[in-house]
C-alpha cells in the first residue's frame, strides 16, 4: 500500500485527486502541516527534490518523488481507480486527459478573473464559455445513460474530471449556464456527494450567480507588479505625487487561486467623490457593466449603450499614448495599461474604458475609449487620477458623428480595421 507525505497549499483542487484516490485505495497520505507555499517550495531541499518548485507534490515513504497531480494520484490509488482490464484503463485515461485538455484551460481562463488571479480579458472569456459549453454538450450526451464515467462504480476518471470542474460549478456555472446539461450536473452532483470525496472537498455549493471580473481585488492582489514601463513612468512623477496619503497600501501578490489571504487591505481615508459635483443623469452605469460583460457585445451591448447614452450628463473621449515605446516588449506596453487601472481605481464608479495594445514587441501602441459622468477631462478633477493621463492625447467624440461612433463600436467590440493598427491585446476598465 503506497504512503508518503503530499505537499500543496489548502483547497488546492489539484491536490484533492490524490487525496480523493487515497481515501479510496486506503494509502496513508498524510499532508505536511508545516508547508508554506511561496516558501516551502523554494527551498533548496525542495527544489532539489521538485526542480520546478511546483504543487502539489510527493514524497513516498520509500524516498520516490512524484510531481504532477495524475501521477501522484494513480500511484497512491487503486487497480479500481486506474481501471479494472486494460479497456477500461485506456478510457479512464481518455477522460483524464479530457478533463485537462477540453476543460480546464478554458476553466482557468472563465474563472481566475473572477478570483482576481489574472487580468480580464472579454474575447478570450467568450471563447472559454463557448468551449465549455461544447465540452459539457459532448459530457451531457455520454452520460445519458451513464451514472459513471468508465464502469459501473467511481474511477480516476470520475474524481479527476469532477475536481477540474469543481470552480466552475462553484464559481461561474449559475443555474440557467448549468441548466442545459441535466445529466452533466446528475453526475457532477453524485460525484462530490460520495463519502470519500466529501470528507476531503467539504461541500460543495452550486453556484447561484454567475461571478465577474473584480477588478478591485485584481488591483489589490497584483498592486506593485508593473512592468518596467511602469516604474519608468513613475520615476518620472513629482515626489507629492509619489506620497499621496489617500492611496491604498499593496497587498502581496496570491500565488496560486486556492490561497486565500484573509487579511483586510488597509482602508484609504475617506474623500468625497469628484463627480458627485456633477447631475447623475439618465445614464446608468451599473447597468451598462453588467450588459457589456454578461451579454453578447454585437448583438445586444452595443444597442444598449447607443439607446440609453445621456449625452447631455455623460460624455466619449478617445486617448493615444504620445510616450515612446519603441524599447518596450508589448508585455510591459500592456502592464502600462494595468497599472493606470490600479491607480484610478476610484473613478471606476463613474467611468467605463475599453483600452486596446496593439503592435508587437518594440512597435507598440496603446489607445482607447473612455465613458464618464460630467464633460469635464475627469483626471484633473482629483489630484489621485492625474497619473497617468498626461501621457495620452485625450479627445472629446461626438456621440451623432457617424466617424466617432464606428471608433467607439470597434473599441467595445475589440474588432475593425483601428486605422491600420493591429489588435493584440485590450483591457476593460469597469
Given at each position: 500500500?503506497?504512503?508518503?507525505?503530499?505537499?500543496?497549499?489548502?483547497?488546492?483542487?489539484?491536490?484533492?485527486?490524490?487525496?480523493?484516490?487515497?481515501?479510496?485505495?486506503?494509502?496513508?497520505?498524510?499532508?505536511?502541516?508545516?508547508?508554506?507555499?511561496?516558501?516551502?517550495?523554494?527551498?533548496?531541499?525542495?527544489?532539489?527534490?521538485?526542480?520546478?518548485?511546483?504543487?502539489?507534490?510527493?514524497?513516498?515513504?520509500?524516498?520516490?518523488?512524484?510531481?504532477?497531480?495524475?501521477?501522484?494520484?494513480?500511484?497512491?490509488?487503486?487497480?479500481?481507480?486506474?481501471?479494472?482490464?486494460?479497456?477500461?484503463?485506456?478510457?479512464?485515461?481518455?477522460?483524464?486527459?479530457?478533463?485537462?485538455?477540453?476543460?480546464?484551460?478554458?476553466?482557468?481562463?472563465?474563472?481566475?478573473?473572477?478570483?482576481?488571479?489574472?487580468?480580464?480579458?472579454?474575447?478570450?472569456?467568450?471563447?472559454?464559455?463557448?468551449?465549455?459549453?461544447?465540452?459539457?454538450?459532448?459530457?451531457?450526451?455520454?452520460?445519458?445513460?451513464?451514472?459513471?464515467?468508465?464502469?459501473?462504480?467511481?474511477?480516476?476518471?470520475?474524481?479527476?474530471?469532477?475536481?477540474?470542474?469543481?470552480?466552475?460549478?462553484?464559481?461561474?456555472?449559475?443555474?440557467?449556464?448549468?441548466?442545459?446539461?441535466?445529466?452533466?450536473?446528475?453526475?457532477?452532483?453524485?460525484?462530490?456527494?460520495?463519502?470519500?470525496?466529501?470528507?476531503?472537498?467539504?461541500?460543495?455549493?452550486?453556484?447561484?450567480?454567475?461571478?465577474?471580473?473584480?477588478?478591485?481585488?485584481?488591483?489589490?492582489?497584483?498592486?506593485?507588479?508593473?512592468?518596467?514601463?511602469?516604474?519608468?513612468?513613475?520615476?518620472?512623477?513629482?515626489?507629492?505625487k509619489q506620497q499621496e496619503p489617500k492611496k491604498e497600501k499593496a497587498k502581496p501578490k496570491a500565488k496560486e487561486p486556492e490561497n486565500d489571504d484573509d487579511d483586510e487591505p488597509p482602508k484609504p481615508k475617506e474623500s468625497k467623490d469628484p463627480f458627485l459635483a456633477f447631475p447623475k443623469g439618465s445614464f446608468d452605469m451599473d447597468e451598462w457593466k453588467r450588459t457589456y460583460s454578461n451579454l453578447d457585445t454585437e448583438k445586444e451591448a452595443l444597442p444598449y449603450f447607443w439607446s440609453k447614452f445621456d449625452k447631455e450628463n455623460y460624455s466619449i473621449w478617445q486617448c493615444e499614448y504620445v510616450e515612446d515605446l519603441s524599447d518596450n516588449l508589448v508585455f510591459q506596453t500592456c502592464n502600462l495599461v494595468s497599472g493606470m487601472f490600479q491607480r484610478i481605481e476610484k473613478m471606476r464608479k463613474n467611468?467605463?474604458?475599453?483600452?486596446?495594445?496593439?503592435?508587437?514587441?518594440?512597435?507598440?501602441?496603446?489607445?482607447?475609449?473612455?465613458?464618464?459622468?460630467?464633460?469635464?477631462?475627469?483626471?484633473?478633477?482629483?489630484?489621485?487620477?492625474?497619473?497617468?493621463?498626461?501621457?495620452?492625447?485625450?479627445?472629446?467624440?461626438?456621440?451623432?458623428?457617424?466617424?466617432?461612433?464606428?471608433?467607439?463600436?470597434?473599441?467595445?467590440?475589440?474588432?475593425?480595421?483601428?486605422?491600420?493598427?493591429?489588435?493584440?491585446?485590450?483591457?476593460?476598465?469597469?
Amino acid at each position: 500500500m503506497a504512503a508518503g507525505t503530499l505537499y500543496s497549499y489548502p483547497k488546492n483542487f489539484r491536490a484533492y485527486k490524490a487525496l480523493i484516490a487515497a481515501r479510496y485505495s486506503g494509502a496513508d497520505v498524510k499532508e505536511d502541516p508545516a508547508f508554506k507555499f511561496g516558501q516551502t517550495n523554494q527551498s533548496p531541499s525542495f527544489l532539489e527534490k521538485f526542480p520546478l518548485g511546483k504543487v502539489p507534490a510527493f514524497t513516498s515513504k520509500n524516498g520516490l518523488n512524484l510531481f504532477e497531480s495524475n501521477a501522484i494520484a494513480q500511484y497512491v490509488g487503486n487497480k479500481q481507480l486506474q481501471g479494472e482490464t486494460p479497456e477500461a484503463a485506456a478510457q479512464v485515461q481518455q477522460w483524464i486527459n479530457f478533463a485537462d485538455n477540453e476543460i480546464l484551460p478554458s476553466a482557468c481562463t472563465w474563472v481566475f478573473p473572477c478570483l482576481g488571479i489574472t487580468q480580464f480579458n472579454k474575447q478570450e472569456t467568450e471563447r472559454a464559455k463557448a468551449q465549455v459549453t461544447k465540452a459539457l454538450t459532448v459530457l451531457d450526451n455520454y452520460l445519458l445513460t451513464k451514472t459513471y464515467l468508465v464502469g459501473e462504480c467511481i474511477t480516476q476518471a470520475d474524481i479527476s474530471l469532477a475536481c477540474n470542474l469543481l470552480m466552475l460549478y462553484e464559481q461561474v456555472m449559475d443555474p440557467e449556464f448549468r441548466k442545459p446539461f441535466q445529466n452533466v450536473n446528475r453526475w457532477f452532483t453524485t460525484v462530490v456527494n460520495q463519502p470519500n470525496v466529501k470528507a476531503v472537498v467539504g461541500e460543495v455549493t452550486l453556484a447561484a450567480k454567475m461571478a465577474q471580473f473584480d477588478a478591485k481585488k485584481y488591483a489589490e492582489l497584483h498592486a506593485g507588479q508593473g512592468g518596467q514601463g511602469d516604474k519608468k513612468k513613475e520615476k518620472k512623477e513629482k515626489a507629492p505625487k509619489q506620497q499621496e496619503p489617500k492611496k491604498e497600501k499593496a497587498k502581496p501578490k496570491a500565488k496560486e487561486p486556492e490561497n486565500d489571504d484573509d487579511d483586510e487591505p488597509p482602508k484609504p481615508k475617506e474623500s468625497k467623490d469628484p463627480f458627485l459635483a456633477f447631475p447623475k443623469g439618465s445614464f446608468d452605469m451599473d447597468e451598462w457593466k453588467r450588459t457589456y460583460s454578461n451579454l453578447d457585445t454585437e448583438k445586444e451591448a452595443l444597442p444598449y449603450f447607443w439607446s440609453k447614452f445621456d449625452k447631455e450628463n455623460y460624455s466619449i473621449w478617445q486617448c493615444e499614448y504620445v510616450e515612446d515605446l519603441s524599447d518596450n516588449l508589448v508585455f510591459q506596453t500592456c502592464n502600462l495599461v494595468s497599472g493606470m487601472f490600479q491607480r484610478i481605481e476610484k473613478m471606476r464608479k463613474n467611468a467605463f474604458a475599453s483600452m486596446i495594445i496593439f503592435g508587437e514587441n518594440k512597435k507598440s501602441q496603446i489607445g482607447g475609449v473612455w465613458v464618464w459622468r460630467s464633460h469635464e477631462l475627469a483626471f484633473t478633477l482629483c489630484n489621485d487620477w492625474t497619473v497617468d493621463y498626461e501621457s495620452y492625447k485625450w479627445t472629446k467624440l461626438d456621440p451623432d458623428d457617424p466617424a466617432a461612433k464606428k471608433t467607439i463600436n470597434e473599441y467595445l467590440l475589440w474588432e475593425g480595421d483601428f486605422g491600420g493598427k493591429k489588435f493584440y491585446d485590450g483591457k476593460i476598465f469597469k
